[in-house]
């Protein structure tokens, strides 16, 4: 194929440089794959890819301090609490393929609580990032470990990848189980098993129920 070089200015996204480079750069991939790029049903494609990007990983501009917004607060609890289906969609940074499914967080709170709607927060901050699952699951865990300093912290994530089902093995059915314990969830399997099977009751009888017995010990 001809070589086509990069040119920013011809992008209709001028007012946004960085926005303006990612089209100009699907364009020209669209015509690297033998296509039109301006041809009426791909004339607008390359902006609307780059706005797409831009939004599947917005993660990389969100700074987690404004995202918990000082929602922390000092409270007499001592048990466990659950954020259980948190949904989410990233991108393989290997393929730039989506992956998605559910995120399960679990923490003991030492003396202080986080708003819960935080949580599903700090899920999207690190999933809306080009990623890889076991960096994901531990990203979560350590940041909820760095500002909430619990006794405890569990993430368990579920998730399909499509650079798995689409191409290579092409595998449809597979789903990739990862987890973080912290703490007490790693130090007492007691504790660990209320979390687990605490989920496995809310599951049962799905791949995920199966998949987490092996977790126990």
Same mark, same amino acid.
């Given at each position: 194929?001809? #070589?086509t =070089?990069?040119?920013?200015? *011809? &992008?209709?996204?001028?007012?946004?440089?960085?926005? +303006?480079?990612? =089209?100009?750069?699907?364009?020209?991939?669209?015509r @690297?794959?033998?296509e039109?790029?301006t041809? !009426?049903?791909l004339?607008?494609?390359?902006?609307?890819?780059?706005?797409?990007? /831009?939004?599947?990983t &917005? +993660?990389?501009?969100?700074?987690?301090?404004?995202?918990i917004?000082d929602a922390?607060?000092?409270?007499?609890?001592s @048990?466990m609490?659950?954020?259980?289906?948190?949904?989410?969609?990233? $991108?393989c940074?290997?393929?730039?393929l989506?992956?998605? +499914?559910r995120?399960h967080?679990?923490?003991?709170?030492r003396?202080r609580?986080?708003?819960?709607?935080k949580?599903?927060?700090?899920?999207?901050?690190? =999933? /809306? /990032?080009?990623?890889v699952?076991e960096r994901?699951?531990?990203?979560?865990? !350590?940041?909820?470990?760095?500002k909430?300093?619990? $006794? +405890?912290?569990?993430v368990?994530? @579920?998730?399909?990848?499509?650079?798995?089902?689409?191409?290579?093995? !092409?595998?449809?059915?597979s789903?990739?189980?990862?987890?973080?314990?912290?703490?007490?969830?790693?130090?007492?399997? *007691?504790v660990r /098993?209320?979390?687990?099977?605490?989920?496995?009751?809310?599951?049962?009888?799905?791949?995920?129920?199966? #998949?987490?017995? =092996?977790?126990?010990?």
């Amino acid at each position: 194929m001809a #070589s086509t =070089s990069i040119n920013p200015s *011809a &992008s209709v996204l001028d007012a946004n440089p960085i926005e +303006g480079v990612l =089209s100009e750069a699907v364009r020209v991939l669209v015509r @690297e794959l033998g296509e039109d790029p301006t041809r !009426e049903g791909l004339a607008k494609t390359p902006d609307r890819v780059a706005k797409s990007l /831009r939004f599947l990983t &917005s +993660g990389y501009e969100q700074d987690i301090d404004a995202v918990i917004n000082d929602a922390l607060f000092t409270v007499d609890y001592s @048990e466990m609490v659950i954020v259980k289906d948190i949904d989410f969609y990233s $991108l393989c940074e290997h393929h730039l393929l989506p992956f998605f +499914g559910r995120c399960h967080i679990a923490y003991l709170p030492r003396d202080r609580v986080i708003g819960l709607s935080k949580l599903p927060r700090l899920v999207e901050v690190f =999933s /809306r /990032r080009l990623q890889v699952q076991e960096r994901l699951t531990n990203q979560i865990a !350590e940041t909820v470990v760095d500002k909430l300093n619990p $006794l +405890g912290v569990a993430v368990v994530v @579920e998730a399909t990848h499509l650079c798995m089902a689409m191409r290579g093995v !092409e595998k449809q059915n597979s789903v990739a189980l990862t987890h973080a314990m912290r703490g007490v969830f790693q130090e007492d399997p *007691a504790v660990r /098993r209320e979390f687990l099977d605490m989920l496995q009751r809310r599951h049962a009888g799905t791949t995920l129920s199966r #998949s987490l017995e =092996s977790f126990h010990e």
